[in-house]
Each structure stands twice: as structure tokens, then as C-alpha cells.
């Protein structure tokens, strides 16, 4: 019983596409492999499926490379002079775009000015007096954010040393504590407008046997404070 003709036409199924496109490459490059082998034939064979993905054969006994030389050779024609062609003009671009951006720069900086006529130093001028503009206002954004900083460093340190100096001051209301003011501690306890503050504080005994076993200069505290 014969089987009735295919029609030819595109696969809308997906899965059933990629099924038909599977088989059929491998069909093709049994029958080139089958060329190759039996009449000594040089094939090629490059396919892309719907996908993107490149499928490709070559006969083991020649190279892509050399396939397409000897495909041009034959032909008379060269398959790479219009891409060689486009990538120098893209490369003169490029240099010309060097060329122009090396100029500008030596202008900047005050050289190859004897060439510019009136407009153009004007306009170079102009283009200065701007650059200079976002550098100042740059710099001033910076030294504003350094201000802060050190404005925000400086009310933190201020805020511990008054927490420091509360701290003493409660202290010094404690009956357990009392500044030492007689004649050994004079030298140490003091004000100065330049140098450290120094407070010698000498803790009570809250019972008789406080001392005992000990000195009197065991108790004694002392916490310099800077203004």
C-alpha cells in the first residue's frame, strides 16, 4: 500500500517542528557523509534552526576555511572584500574620532591655538568658563559635606564630654565622695584656660573599717576632663 504524498508546508506545532527538523538534519548529513565516503566529494553543509541554534558538516578530508577558498577561487569571487572594506572605513572613523577628541584635549590645556579662528576660540571658551563652573560647584559640594562631618563629629564629642562632666557633677553630690582640697592635693587639683581640667575626688568610708589594711592614697580617684 503506497503512502500518500506530504504536503510541503510550514509545521505549525512547535514540538512537531523541532521533531521534523531533528530528523531531517540528521537524513541530510547521513546522505553527505554517504557523498564523502563513497565518491570522495568535499561537503558542506551549514544549518540554522528556527531557534538560532547552528548545525553544520564538513567532509573530514577539508576545512571550513579551505572549503570557502576553494569556493572562491572557483566562483571568482571574494566573499570577504565588502567586510574587509566596511571594517577599514570603520577604523578611518575611529582614527579620525581619536585625531579630533587628542586635539580638543591639547586645546584644553592651552595648546595648537594658533589654528582656531574667532568664533572657535570663543566657543572654546565658553565651553572652559562651563567646565569650570561644575568643578567649582563640585568642590564646594564636597568641602559643605566635609563641613557637616566635622560639625556633626564635633556635637557628638560635645555631647560626651557634658555627659562626662554630669557624671562628676553627681559624684560630687554623693555623700560617699568629696573633692580633696587640703595641701598634698593642691598641685593636682586646679583650672587651667589652655590645659586639662583635674578633679581629685576621695572616696568616704561608709564604715569604720574602710581603711583597714590600706592607705589613704588607695582611695583616691582623680579624672582629668579636656576643654
Same mark, same amino acid.
Given at each position: 500500500m503506497a503512502?500518500?504524498?506530504i504536503q510541503i508546508k510550514r509545521i505549525e506545532n512547535t514540538t512537531n517542528r523541532q521533531v521534523t527538523y531533528s530528523k531531517r538534519r540528521n537524513g541530510l548529513f547521513k546522505k553527505a557523509n554517504e557523498l564523502t565516503v563513497l565518491c570522495d566529494a568535499k561537503v558542506s553543509i /551549514?544549518?540554522?534552526?528556527?531557534?538560532?541554534? =547552528?548545525?553544520? +558538516? /564538513?567532509?573530514?578530508?577539508?576545512?571550513?576555511?579551505?572549503?570557502?577558498?576553494? +569556493?572562491q577561487m572557483t566562483v571568482?569571487?571574494?566573499?570577504?572584500?565588502?567586510? +574587509?572594506e566596511h571594517m577599514q572605513e570603520n577604523l578611518r572613523k575611529l582614527k579620525d574620532v581619536n585625531r579630533n577628541l587628542r586635539q580638543e584635549i591639547r586645546q584644553r590645556m592651552g595648546d595648537c591655538l594658533n589654528d582656531l579662528g574667532i568664533e572657535e576660540l570663543k566657543l572654546l571658551e565658553e565651553e572652559m568658563d562651563k567646565a569650570s563652573k561644575v568643578i567649582?560647584?563640585?568642590? +564646594?559640594?564636597? /568641602?559643605? %559635606?566635609? /563641613?557637616?562631618?566635622?560639625?556633626?563629629?564635633?556635637?557628638?564629642?560635645?555631647?560626651?564630654? %557634658?555627659? =562626662?562632666?554630669?557624671?562628676?557633677? !553627681?559624684r560630687a553630690e554623693d555623700p560617699r565622695y568629696g573633692l580633696v582640697d587640703n595641701g598634698e592635693y593642691e598641685s593636682v587639683i586646679g583650672f587651667s584656660n589652655l590645659g586639662p581640667r583635674v578633679?581629685?575626688?576621695?572616696?568616704?568610708?561608709?564604715?569604720? %573599717? !574602710?581603711?583597714?589594711?590600706?592607705?589613704? !592614697?588607695?582611695?583616691?580617684?582623680?579624672?582629668? =576632663?579636656?576643654?
Open positions: 503512502r500518500g504524498k /551549514i544549518m540554522f534552526s528556527s531557534t538560532g541554534k =547552528l548545525h553544520e +558538516y /564538513i567532509s573530514p578530508s577539508i576545512s571550513t576555511k579551505q572549503f570557502f577558498d576553494q +569556493y571568482g569571487i571574494d566573499l570577504w572584500n565588502s567586510h +574587509y567649582r560647584e563640585r568642590k +564646594y559640594k564636597m /568641602i559643605t %559635606n566635609q /563641613i557637616d562631618q566635622h560639625r556633626k563629629k564635633f556635637n557628638n564629642e560635645k555631647e560626651v564630654h %557634658n555627659r =562626662l562632666l554630669r557624671d562628676l557633677d !553627681a578633679f581629685a575626688l576621695s572616696l568616704q568610708p561608709s564604715h569604720p %573599717n !574602710a581603711h583597714s589594711g590600706g592607705t589613704a !592614697a588607695s582611695d583616691l580617684t582623680t579624672y582629668p =576632663l579636656l576643654f
